[in-house]
């Protein structure tokens, strides 16, 4: 497998460490079911936003404050 590595390295113009580093990187992304359930949980936790958000637009537009 170390062989395979190296050579695979060798013919991406990297080095055998990058590639490792890559991989673990690659590995440690949270899965897209992962990412699922973190957005459910934030949902969750939040709950749903009341009022339009075009009311909350123009109130926020016709104030007197400059634009910051």
């Known amino acids: 497998?170390?062989?395979?590595?190296?050579?695979?390295?060798?013919?991406?113009?990297?080095?055998?460490?990058?590639?490792?580093?890559?991989?673990?990187?690659?590995d440690a992304r949270p899965t897209r079911a992962e990412r699922i359930e973190e957005a459910r949980e934030i949902r969750e936790r939040i709950g749903r936003v009341k009022g339009s958000s075009v009311e909350l637009i123009?109130?926020?537009?016709?104030?007197?404050?400059?634009?910051r």
Do not use: F, G, H, W
Not at 1 to 26: C, F, N, V, Y
């Open 1 to 26: 497998m170390i062989a395979r590595m190296k050579a695979r390295a060798r013919r991406e113009s990297t080095s055998l460490e990058q590639k490792i580093r890559d991989l673990i990187i690659a």
């Open 58 to 67: 123009r109130e926020d537009r016709d104030k007197d404050e400059p634009y």
